[in-house]
Every structure is written in structure tokens, then in C-alpha cells.
């Protein structure tokens, strides 16, 4: 009896050793894992850092992002390699960096559609635009160009849609997919002056631009920097800026507004952001770095150039901007009826 006695207590007294030693280890462990994140924090960026586009190369976006990403590379001493990943009106990029590390090595730059227009268009989105993403900063803003193919005997907004309603659902309009700013900007103009169009959606900018440009489609909401050329080659005729005011780079052009669709304003903007929970210091050295490569004198001058207002800001701010953009994108998609599964 005794003898089972002072076995029990001496597997008792055993067992909260084993679990006062267990206990020690795993605190030495956390304060391992601890230190270790504290020192890669503290040490960032200490390899390359991967720059996402939600779009295929080619694109608007691209004339951006590259020579950020040079510029960039020089202020944080690593290489910023730019990844195209286009597909799904932008879903395809999206939920690859929602899904990636949070560990600053992974950063995207969204536009307008992926972060403010696909959450009202999508029945199923795979990623949240506010829950899974840490804000950076907000890049720029710009307008489109409405511009059509030589062909098409338009040669003012007003023609436009003039043939559009003569012709309901003959002309078709190109974007860079479903739910871009592009394609937002052309249910915007067809909801004003009630006209029917026949949209043609591609993976990418630079893909509508070439069947464009081969006149396999009539109309496209392009950006300034991707159409410039072809619009000074004759090329492309331009009927328009989307934006309210006329940008300082094309100061010439008319807006849609004036050119016939009175209250017509739609525009592209470019925001900057890292997975959901990236630690808060590599955010706020991100934003530093970007926003001093925004101010440098050659590089606004090269977005200004292309049309492209540099902003800059918090990621507070970006915050507070992707959430009032996505109740104002919900009433233009509401009212189109435009919807995708």
C-alpha cells in the first residue's frame, strides 16, 4: 500500500517537472521566435521584394510601376522585381498577395477595380479588399481617354452617342476586364446618355489596346501613357478625358462633360498595399520610401507627363479612400446592373 503510495506521488512530482521543463522550453522557444522577428523587422528588407500588377505587361499600370520599382529598389538597397499577374477582372493578383506571407516581401498595386469596384460587381469575390490588405499609400490618380478606332465615324462625344443609339448594341467597347475602371467608365457613359454597347473584356490593357488598334473593336477607355503614341500616329482618334478637370499634361483635350455628357467624371487610381497584418514598422518604412520616390523631381514629372497626379499620403488615409470609394463604385454598378459570378 505505502509502496504504491510513494509511486504515485513520485510520478505526480515527475510529471510537474515534466511540465515545468516543457513550460521553460516552449518560453525559451517563443522568446527565440521572438527575437527572430524583432531582428528581421529591424533588418528590412534583407532580400528582393516582389511588386504585384493584377494585370498582364503592357498595360497602363506598368508605366508606373517599373520605374517605381527602379527607383524604389535604390531606396531600400534591394531589388524591387515587378510580377505580372493578370486574369479575373484582377481577382487572380488579389488573392495571391492576400494569401502570401505578411512579411513586407510581398506588396501589390491596385487600381481602382480590384480595391473599389469588384466587391459590388463579383457574386463571389476571393479576397476583401479592407479585412485582407494593410494600406501603404495612395500612388496617383489619372483619367482615361476615351478614344476609338479611325473606322468608326465618331468623331466628337456627341457622335458617339448619336451612332450608339442609331445603332444600339452594334458598337463595341474593349477593356482591360471585367470590372475595370475602364469598363466602369463605359457603363458610366452608356447609363447617362442611354445608350447600349456591346463590352468586350480582356485579361489585360495591353491586349484590348492591340485588338483595338487592329480595329477588331471599335471604342476603349485607355489610359494617357498607353495611347499617346498611336493617338499622335493617327492611329487612334480621342474624343475625351474622363476626368472632371482637364489634366495639366493634355490641357487641350476636352472632357467628357464638356464635350456632351454633362456631370461625366470617372478616373483610374493606383494604391499601394502588403498582406493583411505585415508588421506595422516595414508599413510605415514603405510608405517613407515610396512617398520620397513620389516626390522625387524626376519621377513627378514623369507621372505628370503621362497625365498622372502623384498623392502620396498615410495608410491611414488610403484606408478611409478605399472605403468611400467602394460606396461610390456600388452605386454606378447598382445602377449599370452590371453583375458577375
Given at each position: 500500500?505505502?509502496?504504491?503510495?510513494?509511486?504515485?506521488?513520485?510520478?505526480?512530482?515527475?510529471c510537474?517537472?515534466?511540465r515545468?521543463?516543457?513550460?521553460?522550453?516552449?518560453?525559451?522557444?517563443?522568446?527565440?521566435?521572438?527575437?527572430?522577428?524583432?531582428?528581421?523587422?529591424?533588418?528590412?528588407?534583407?532580400?528582393?521584394?516582389?511588386?504585384?500588377l493584377?494585370?498582364?505587361?503592357?498595360?497602363?499600370?506598368?508605366?508606373?510601376?517599373?520605374?517605381?520599382?527602379?527607383?524604389?529598389?535604390g531606396?531600400?538597397?534591394?531589388?524591387?522585381?515587378?510580377?505580372?499577374?493578370?486574369?479575373?477582372?484582377?481577382?487572380?493578383?488579389?488573392?495571391?498577395?492576400?494569401?502570401?506571407?505578411?512579411?513586407?516581401?510581398?506588396?501589390?498595386?491596385?487600381?481602382?477595380?480590384?480595391?473599389?469596384?469588384?466587391?459590388?460587381?463579383?457574386?463571389?469575390?476571393?479576397?476583401?479588399?479592407?479585412?485582407?490588405?494593410?494600406?501603404?499609400?495612395?500612388?496617383?490618380?489619372g483619367?482615361?481617354?476615351?478614344?476609338?478606332?479611325?473606322?468608326?465615324?465618331?468623331?466628337?462625344?456627341?457622335?458617339?452617342?448619336?451612332?450608339?443609339?442609331?445603332?444600339?448594341?452594334?458598337?463595341?467597347?474593349?477593356?482591360?476586364?471585367?470590372?475595370?475602371?475602364?469598363?466602369?467608365?463605359?457603363?458610366?457613359?452608356?447609363?447617362?446618355?442611354?445608350?447600349k454597347?456591346l463590352?468586350i473584356?480582356?485579361?489585360?490593357?495591353?491586349?484590348?489596346?492591340?485588338?483595338?488598334?487592329?480595329?477588331?473593336?471599335?471604342?476603349?477607355?485607355?489610359?494617357?501613357?498607353?495611347?499617346?503614341?498611336?493617338?499622335?500616329?493617327?492611329?487612334?482618334?480621342?474624343?475625351?478625358?474622363?476626368?472632371?478637370?482637364?489634366?495639366?499634361?493634355?490641357?487641350?483635350?476636352?472632357?467628357?462633360?464638356?464635350?456632351?455628357?454633362?456631370g461625366?467624371?470617372?478616373?483610374?487610381?493606383?494604391?499601394?498595399?502588403?498582406?493583411?497584418?505585415?508588421?506595422?514598422?516595414?508599413?510605415?518604412?514603405?510608405?517613407?520610401?515610396?512617398?520620397?520616390?513620389?516626390?522625387?523631381?524626376?519621377?513627378h514629372?514623369?507621372?505628370?507627363?503621362?497625365?498622372?497626379?502623384?498623392?502620396?499620403?498615410?495608410?491611414?488615409?488610403?484606408?478611409?479612400f478605399i472605403?468611400?470609394?467602394?460606396a461610390?463604385?456600388?452605386?454606378?454598378?447598382?445602377?449599370s446592373?452590371?453583375k458577375?459570378?
Amino acid at each position: 500500500m505505502f509502496r504504491h503510495a510513494f509511486i504515485g506521488l513520485a510520478e505526480r512530482r515527475s510529471c510537474s517537472a515534466y511540465r515545468l521543463l516543457l513550460t521553460a522550453y516552449l518560453l525559451f522557444a517563443l522568446a527565440g521566435w521572438t527575437n527572430a522577428a524583432v531582428a528581421q523587422t529591424t533588418g528590412y528588407p534583407s532580400k528582393p521584394i516582389r511588386l504585384v500588377l493584377p494585370y498582364p505587361p503592357g498595360g497602363g499600370s506598368d508605366t508606373i510601376a517599373r520605374p517605381l520599382a527602379q527607383r524604389l529598389s535604390g531606396e531600400l538597397g534591394q531589388q524591387v522585381v515587378v510580377d505580372n499577374r493578370g486574369g479575373a477582372g484582377g481577382n487572380i493578383g488579389m488573392e495571391y498577395v492576400a494569401r502570401t506571407a505578411p512579411d513586407g516581401y510581398t506588396i501589390i498595386m491596385a487600381l481602382t477595380a480590384q480595391l473599389a469596384v469588384n466587391v459590388s460587381l463579383y457574386k463571389k469575390l476571393p479576397y476583401d479588399p479592407v479585412r485582407d490588405y494593410a494600406p501603404i499609400t495612395l500612388l496617383a490618380t489619372g483619367p482615361y481617354l476615351l478614344v476609338v478606332h479611325p473606322s468608326l465615324p465618331a468623331t466628337s462625344v456627341k457622335a458617339l452617342v448619336a451612332l450608339a443609339r442609331a445603332r444600339p448594341g452594334e458598337i463595341t467597347y474593349a477593356s482591360s476586364g471585367n470590372g475595370s475602371g475602364g469598363h466602369l467608365a463605359a457603363e458610366l457613359l452608356k447609363t447617362m446618355t442611354g445608350t447600349k454597347m456591346l463590352h468586350i473584356p480582356y485579361k489585360g490593357g495591353g491586349p484590348a489596346l492591340v485588338d483595338v488598334l487592329a480595329g477588331q473593336v471599335q471604342v476603349l477607355f485607355a489610359t494617357y501613357a498607353s495611347s499617346r503614341g498611336h493617338i499622335q500616329a493617327g492611329r487612334l482618334r480621342v474624343l475625351g478625358v474622363s476626368t472632371a478637370k482637364r489634366p495639366a499634361a493634355i490641357p487641350d483635350m476636352p472632357t467628357i462633360a464638356e464635350a456632351g455628357v454633362p456631370g461625366y467624371d470617372s478616373g483610374v487610381w493606383y494604391g499601394m498595399l502588403a498582406p493583411a497584418g505585415t508588421p506595422r514598422d516595414i508599413i510605415e518604412k514603405l510608405n517613407r520610401e515610396i512617398v520620397r520616390v513620389l516626390k522625387q523631381p524626376d519621377f513627378h514629372k514623369l507621372l505628370v507627363d503621362q497625365a498622372i497626379d502623384p498623392i502620396g499620403g498615410t495608410p491611414e488615409q488610403l484606408g478611409d479612400f478605399i472605403r468611400s470609394e467602394i460606396a461610390k463604385w456600388a452605386k454606378v454598378v447598382k445602377a449599370s446592373g452590371a453583375k458577375l459570378d
